[in-house]
């Protein structure tokens, strides 16, 4: 798989595609959706689509690419270049998200969670197929949060095309369990030729599985934690996993949205400053004082009686 | 004597000696003074296009513009020689960096001419209207 | 015309003596005590303004300073500084040398402003001039002082006319871009806004006396019953989803108390020999003579 596309800048989200079998353009066509690295703090979450002509859906039976989750790397390597075989009727789609893209969608103001950018993700590849011209009846997806919820949201997004939405649909739907092949190879191949933006020389790539609780991946955490930047982009800043270890390692950062037991901290320092103000204004005329100009406020300038 | 006698004197030929590092201003509070990785972590993830520079930094997403020191004015870094042993004393300062330029950055929305930064740059224009000598 | 240079106002000087000084003055507005800067070269005065925002630090070439101020230093008028002590000296139809006036046991710095040209040779705006032999006398004229300060307004006025700074109501538009609006400020918005800026320099008697000179009709003060007007105008202000308007006016808050260090704080801590804090500031450069 050529992730060149990706590895050019890999802060940022990218598709990748196959072409677009000519028959997928004129047959009615099934259409699996499944995720890849969704649980390592570590790389990329990698969303894939698969898809075919529903008259071929026994050929994918026979491709035997079931249950990825079961197979050795190698092993899934392998079933890409049957599926790359197969192209003159099944096609695929990916969207690799950033591990900085997940980071500061989460940690953004607004609150964006990785269900929220896991069904954008899948929505934009389905939209993906539709424009480039796949007659798209069928979907099948891997559940991602409550199923029915998940079902509504996608049945209402594409009106006329049959959604299912399934715990392990990946075992159950050849389709499915293709879009999985590819957005695991995907992501294998992203994590393990991983080019670090940061100037950090040898990096030591033994990252362990990337999950949480991987004690490689912990090592590797605590290794290339630094100070004052915490982590190069390659990490997750969103994980509690990483979150936590930059608290107790890691010199404070404050910003202006931080959250204090559940408030915003610049709201509660906007409460004292009311309160001081209502004080203030009680009559005593001695204490009272001249309201600086508005253009010095404005502009956050003032005076100061110390260096 | 009152504290407010104490002087903090400037050494200005100190300039000489000053460097011209990169200046960024960043839209949080870093507890810390003091070394930072900036060329490793920080330099190389910048995303330059057009008018508008973007960055994380700790995983938030960061949006930032270059600055001009106002016209006729330079960027100066004060840092003190010694540390006085008491707010009694005079103290010394001398010029450890120069700077004609800045970026400035916001967390998450896009530099406008709005920020307060950049509406501090119009001071020291007003300033000499204020206090430039009146005619005869 | 300014000249852009890395020798900022004042000729690097040989001896300590030459070197420029942050000294403390009495704020002739507040009363309070400001830093004030002494330049050595032309002897002029400037003034120090803090741009203060709240959740700021400063990354210097590879450090990190944790104190995101900036310091604006400014050319002040010294006339500014030495106008309150002209004034409380005054008895009617005394005169006295300018020296005896100007002292002060609490901010001995003031005499300095003695020293600066453009406040001995503009005394004359401000008070009445005797000269016996070689020795000038002054006393504080009131009428002359309204005159002075009505020229600076209009020099102000003029500047604001030709800035993209908004006078009046300060309404904002939708888009969150401010909107220039000279063309709907009126005469007196200019008028009142180069007033209130002038004020920031002189008490608050000659603040009102000044109003009714401009023939400015005083407005019923609104803080009395409402929050200050930047809190008011602030809240107009349309704020983008889920983003707390709180976070535009955080200026003045107190910072939090410092945080017991981290091991890392006391490994970087360690590292930094010099410890020294430092503070980012602009200096304006020496006027190029013609």
């Known amino acids: 798989m050529d992730l060149s596309d990706f590895e050019a800048d890999n802060s940022v989200s990218c598709r990748l595609s196959s072409p677009i079998p000519e028959v997928c353009k004129t047959e009615d066509c099934c259409l699996g959706i499944d995720e890849a690295g969704r649980g390592p703090v570590l790389g990329p979450m990698v969303y894939g689509i698969c898809f075919c002509p529903i008259s071929k859906k026994e050929d994918m039976k026979n491709l035997k690419v079931a249950d990825s989750k079961t197979l050795t790397e190698a092993h899934r390597d392998n079933l890409f270049l049957m599926l790359d075989e197969a192209k003159s009727f099944v096609g695929w789609a990916l969207q690799i998200l950033s591990p900085n893209t997940i980071s500061t969608s989460m940690l953004q103001r607004a609150n964006y969670n990785l269900n929220a950018l896991s069904h954008d993700a899948a929505i934009d590849l389905v939209q993906f197929a539709l424009d480039c011209g796949v007659q798209l009846k069928e979907v099948f997806v891997d559940t991602v949060g409550p199923a029915e919820k998940y079902q509504d949201k996608l049945s209402q997004r594409f009106p006329g095309i049959e959604v299912t939405v399934r715990p392990k649909a990946d075992s159950l739907f050849p389709i499915v369990s293709a879009a999985s092949i590819c957005a695991k190879v995907a992501r294998d191949h992203a994590v393990k030729s991983w080019k670090f933006a940061e100037n950090l020389g040898e990096v030591d790539t033994d990252y362990g599985s990337g999950y949480p609780n991987d004690p490689k991946t912990k090592s590797w955490l605590l290794k290339y934690l630094n100070p004052v930047f915490g982590y190069p982009q390659f990490v997750r800043f969103s994980w509690s996993t990483a979150q936590t270890l930059l608290d107790s390692k890691a010199v404070p950062v404050h910003w202006d949205d931080d959250e204090e037991d559940g408030k915003k901290v610049s709201a509660r320092q906007n409460n004292t400053s009311m309160l001081s103000y209502l004080s203030r204004n009680k009559p005593d005329e001695l204490t009272h004082s001249r309201d600086t100009h508005r253009f010095f406020t404005e502009r956050k300038l003032q005076s100061i009686s110390n260096l | ?136 | 015309m300014h000249r852009r240079s890395r020798h900022s106002m004042l000729h690097t000087g040989s001896s300590e003596d030459s070197d420029p000084a942050f000294t403390k003055l009495k704020n002739p507005a507040t009363e309070g005590s400001s830093l004030y800067l002494f330049g050595r070269v032309d002897d002029s005065v400037y003034e120090v303004k803090a741009f203060t925002e709240e959740f700021r630090s400063w990354f210097i070439g590879q450090t990190v300073q944790r104190d995101g101020k900036l310091l604006i230093v400014t050319p002040i008028d010294p006339l500014f500084l030495l106008l309150p002590y002209i004034k409380s000296a005054a008895t009617e139809g005394k005169f006295q040398p300018v020296k005896q006036m100007v002292m002060d046991e609490d901010y001995p710095g003031c005499t300095q402003l003695l020293q600066c040209e453009q406040g001995l040779d503009s005394i004359h705006h401000v008070a009445d001039e005797k000269e016996v032999g070689s020795l000038k006398f002054h006393s504080y004229n009131q009428e002359k002082t309204m005159a002075w300060l009505k020229k600076k307004v209009q020099r102000t006025v003029t500047t604001l006319k030709k800035s993209n700074i908004s006078v009046g109501g300060g309404v904002k538009s939708s888009t969150f871009v401010r909107v220039k609006q000279e063309a709907d400020a009126r005469e007196e918005d200019y008028l009142r806004y180069a007033h209130g800026l002038i004020s920031e320099y002189i008490s608050e008697d000659l603040s009102k006396d000044l109003l009714k000179h401009l023939q400015l009709p005083e407005i019923s003060s609104p803080k009395e019953t409402e929050p200050p007007s930047k809190k008011r105008k602030l809240s107009d202000k349309p704020v983008e989803a889920g983003e707390d308007y709180t976070k535009f006016n955080s200026s003045d808050f107190a910072r939090k108390p410092p945080k017991k260090m981290t091991a890392a704080q006391k490994t970087l801590a360690k590292v930094d020999k010099t410890g020294m804090k430092s503070m980012a500031s602009f200096f304006k450069v020496k006027q190029e003579k013609n």
């Not at chain 2, 949006?63 to 010694?82: A, I, M, R, S």
């Open chain 2, 1 to 136: 004597m009152s504290a407010n006698s104490c002087v903090t004197s400037f050494r200005l030929d100190s300039i000489k000696q000053a460097d011209k590092p990169q200046v960024h201003l960043f839209p949080c509070e870093i507890e810390h003074d003091g070394p930072a990785e900036v060329s490793a972590f920080f330099t190389p993830t910048l995303k330059e296009r057009k008018h508008e520079v973007s960055v994380s930094f700790r995983g938030r997403g960061m949006k930032g513009q270059e600055l001009n020191c106002p016209q006729g004015y330079t960027g100066l870094v004060l840092k003190e020689v010694q540390k006085p042993a008491s707010d009694q004393e005079d103290r010394i300062v001398k010029v450890s960096s120069v700077f004609h330029n800045f970026t400035y950055w916001n967390l998450e929305t896009p530099p406008t001419s709005d920020d307060g930064v950049v509406m501090a740059m119009e001071w020291p224009m007003l300033a000499e209207a204020i206090h430039g000598p009146v005619d005869k």
